[in-house]
């Protein structure tokens, strides 16, 4: 949100730097993002000044260019080339001289240089509006009143105001905030509490010399749906006249970057960055048998809005209509047809509370975000309805004419009273860490607007004003009183007090930080990403079979009020966030990667398994059901992710650089489950949806880890044009297997390992994992390793066969192995994979 600081001035007569104010905002809970200069006019004119033109002559070598001679009262002529058609003597002129960079409306900023145009020196150039971006006109070159000072800088003959720009993070909480006269609430409070006692006053805007003037245009107004609308209050203006906006309205928009549109819409706009509370301008004209009616439309119903889109309405939409048709999204944004036009004569001004709760619904099912729905969202205040309408209808007098000509209609049946909350002072010494006296406690409760009804020994009764939506509780009035009084001012105590906490075994956090660091050193970045994803990313998955719950409608768990459509579903696996971290760091040349997340999955049962009483609802899984009950609840699980794309290793001289491969990433999955001391009890080839081809480790029927590389059509979707290897651990099931699992150190073996190899011709479709699997199974005492170094198909065997080439890595721990317990166990593997294989072996 922008606050203009000359704007905030108006209502606070400032002594301090925009900077100062900045901190001072920061500190007590606006914080101030950035603090811009702003000028009314780009540039500020900075370098352009007033001349007369003194002489003009036609060029000698180009028809359409003139050599003029300008005095900019420096005491030398400025020989200048001109080309437009209505230049000549004797008029005042912007001149930019050289040096100076001028902004024009259109196209890039201009340093302007000596220099030479068809063989004639120009020493600057003589401005149109459009080029200094004082207008849109190129017609010709400004030719300004005649009594205009020679020498003269630009920006004073033009007045053009120098501004600061305060870029606020505003919280949700803090829709009191929304406006200048808002911040300049907090401001008040904060500079009298911290500079000086009672010095600053808050200026707000009188309303005193608003009266009715007439009542020859009567607008009846009906709210059928008062939970919607509480309150809505209105008057009617006859005899305005719809033109540009004075300077000043247009200067005020424009600083904190609006474009003025007219003078009745500009008013209204100017109002709601005063006040915050939002108004709209119906034409009278339209507004069918002079009559409001504040309902919620059919469903179905075709409306289009003032950005000329036609929209379907809702059941939960509030609109205000008139006897025959809609006029406007209430709350949100006005209809094409009710819209004020540069003939309208007369208008029907609206100042209404709506419910955050229905104005929320409307903007996000429309993916509408205006200034007037961000402000209800938050919630406005309902008691400033008739004083906004008050201030707004006195500035379209101001700046349109016209006569107020009805009385305000003010429909309030069950009037909103502030909320009265009871405060201890105990209690805020025991939050705050801290005893502040109880006389600077009330200072600030005043200095905030609250009224203090009841006082006793510890305790106060205290009146919220009706602002404050985000005041409830004693809690909420603690923290107003330590935002005021400052953080920085609450003393650090010398001592800290805990609590010995038993930590359950095994250790998450620790097992968590042993990995990280693990893969840290295996040269990995951490990426933390959001669990909110974009639903679109699903469409490259032709199932949900990868999801926990199944095909047949389950699986992704969708948000009813999504912040946007990127975000709108909870990420059912973790690829999508490493796909987008990858695609952004390849896009800034950044495309050799190995990065890691942990992170929680999310997924849904089919709506069918889903207990009645649940299925709007996103509930826990409750400790101690059963696997069955569980089934019935949303699940997030723990995983954690690796990734791997571009070259293996930096470019260096000394080194081949190479590309990351499958066997890399087997090898960091191998040292993850290794440094947890957890093997696999099955290793198998896979393939999904997401992996071309890799490989799946399980233990007792749960999957650990996959890993293998991701499918093009996925990198096509991200963009990625370099080889992505991806693995998926199984975050929970490890944690689980952890419990049964240590690792020993163990003393390096005193005898020597001995090596055999044997070559085996086997068919085509016998794979390496069996051979593997038989060689352990026939010798598990002395055989320590077994490693494939070779593999032969080709015309020196028979078709349809292979060759592995093998190697055994044979140990006796406790005693140096003779030739007759090598050849035992050599004869038995030979004797395994004849039998279990059908293996020949070759000499």
């Given amino acids: 949100m922008k606050i203009s600081f000359n704007w905030l001035k108006q209502y606070i007569a400032l002594d301090i730097s925009a900077e100062k104010t900045a901190e001072l905002l920061t500190d007590c809970g606006l914080e101030v993002e950035s603090v811009e200069k702003h000028e009314s006019v780009k540039g500020g004119l900075a370098g352009c000044v007033i001349g007369e033109v003194k ?36 008029q005042k002129v912007v001149v930019a001289t050289v040096g100076s960079t001028i902004y024009p409306v259109k196209g890039e900023p201009i340093t302007l240089k000596k220099v030479k145009i068809r063989g004639a020196t120009s020493e600057g150039m003589i401005c149109a509006e459009d080029e200094v971006g004082l ?57 009298n509490w911290k500079l000086a006692e009672n010095k600053y006053e808050l200026n707000v805007p009188s309303v005193e010399n608003f009266t009715v003037e007439n009542n020859k245009l009567k607008i009846d107004v009906a709210v059928e749906d008062k939970e919607a609308c509480p309150r809505y209050s209105g008057v009617t203006i006859s005899g305005i006249t719809v033109k540009e906006s004075p300077d000043w309205l247009k200067k005020r928009l424009q600083s904190i970057g609006l474009n003025p549109i007219n003078n009745i819409v500009d008013a209204t706009n100017f109002a709601l960055h005063e006040l915050g509370q939002p108004l709209h301008a119906f034409n009278a004209e339209n507004i069918s048998e002079g009559k409001v009616i504040v309902k919620k439309a059919a469903a179905g119903t075709k409306f289009t809005t003032l950005d000329g889109v036609d929209r379907t309405l809702t059941a939960d939409d509030l609109m205000i209509c008139s006897a025959n048709e809609p006029l406007c999204l209430a709350g949100v944004l006005g209809g094409q047809k009710s819209g004020v036009t540069n003939e309208t004569k007369n208008i029907f001004l609206e100042s209404a509370y709506f419910s955050p709760v229905s104005i929320r619904k409307t903007s996000k099912h429309h993916g509408l975000k205006t200034d007037a729905s961000f402000r209800f969202e938050r919630g406005a205040d309902p008691n400033i309805t008739v004083y906004a309408l008050q201030r707004a209808a006195l500035l379209i007098k101001e700046v349109a004419g016209g006569n107020i000509s009805s009385d305000i209609v003010d429909i309030y049946p069950i009037p909103i009273e502030e909320k009265k909350v009871s405060f201890s002072f105990h209690h805020c010494d025991r939050l705050i860490g801290k005893l502040i006296d109880r006389r600077q406690i009330k200072r600030i409760l005043q200095l905030l607007g609250m009224e203090i009804i009841n006082e006793g020994s510890d305790t106060l009764l205290l009146s919220v004003p009706t602002n404050r939506y985000d005041i409830a509780i004693e809690e909420d009035i603690i923290e107003e009183i330590l935002r005021i009084y400052g953080c920085n001012d609450i003393e650090i105590s010398s001592s800290v007090r805990s609590s010995l906490s038993y ?24 990426i933390m990403s959001n669990s909110l994803t974009n639903a679109e990313y699903l469409s490259l998955l032709s199932s949900s079979n990868f999801l926990p719950f199944g095909a047949g409608g389950g699986g992704v768990v969708t948000l009813l009020n999504p912040l946007s459509p990127d975000l709108s579903i909870l990420r059912p696996i973790l690829l999508f966030s490493g796909l987008e971290a990858i695609a952004y760091n390849q896009n800034r040349k950044n495309g050799d990667l190995k990065l890691f997340e942990f992170g929680k999955t999310y997924a849904s049962p089919p709506p069918a398994h889903l207990p009645p009483e649940f299925r709007s609802l996103s509930p826990v899984v409750p400790k101690g059901e059963s696997r069955e009950q569980k089934d019935c609840f949303f699940r997030e699980e723990s995983h954690l992710a690796l990734f791997l794309c571009g070259a293996k290793n930096e470019e260096s001289w000394i080194s081949q650089q190479g590309s990351v491969d499958f066997f890399q990433m087997k090898a960091f999955v ?28 399980s233990q007792k029927n749960r999957n650990i880890v996959e890993f293998g590389f991701v499918k093009k059509s996925f990198l096509k979707k991200f963009d990625i044009k ?47 994992e069996l051979l593997e699997s038989l060689a352990f199974q026939a010798e598990k005492s002395l055989l320590k390793n077994v490693n494939l170094f070779d593999v032969y198909e080709g015309d020196k065997i028979e078709q349809g066969k292979k060759s592995y080439a093998l190697s055994f890595i044979l140990q006796n721990e406790n005693a140096t192995l003779t030739d007759l317990e090598i050849d035992k166990v050599i004869r038995k593997l030979i004797k395994t994979y004849e039998e279990k294989a059908g293996a020949v072996i070759r000499s």
């Fill in 55 to 90: 002489t003009k002559e036609k060029h000698p070598d180009a028809d359409r260019l003139s050599v003029t001679t300008v005095d900019i009262g420096t005491g030398t002529l400025l020989h200048i080339v001109c080309g437009a058609a209505n230049v000549a003597a004797g």
């Fill in 135 to 191: 207008g849109e006109s190129h017609s010709g070159i400004m030719v300004l009143d005649a009594k205009a000072k020679i020498g003269t800088p630009a920006k004073d003959y033009f007045k053009i105001e120098e501004d600061h720009l305060l870029e606020i993070g505003l919280t949700p909480n803090r829709g009191d905030a929304a406006s200048h006269i808002g911040v300049a609430k907090d401001l008040y409070a904060v500079l």
């Fill in 503 to 526: 930590v359950s075994k095994p250790d998450t956090e620790k097992l968590r930080n042993t990995i990280s660091d693990l893969l840290c050193g295996f040269g990995f970045t951490e």
């Fill in 670 to 697: 191998d040292n993850v489950l290794g440094r947890l001391g957890i093997t696999y009890e099955q290793l198998s080839e896979m393939s999904s949806e997401i992996l071309g081809s890799g490989l799946s480790y």
């Fill in 722 to 768: 370099k080889e992505v290897f991806y693995a998926d651990f199984n975050w929970d099931v490890i944690i689980g297997l952890t419990k049964n699992s240590s690792v020993h150190y163990k003393e390096i073996p005193k005898f020597p390992e001995v090596r055999r190899d044997l070559a085996l011709v086997v068919d085509r479709n016998i794979k390496y």
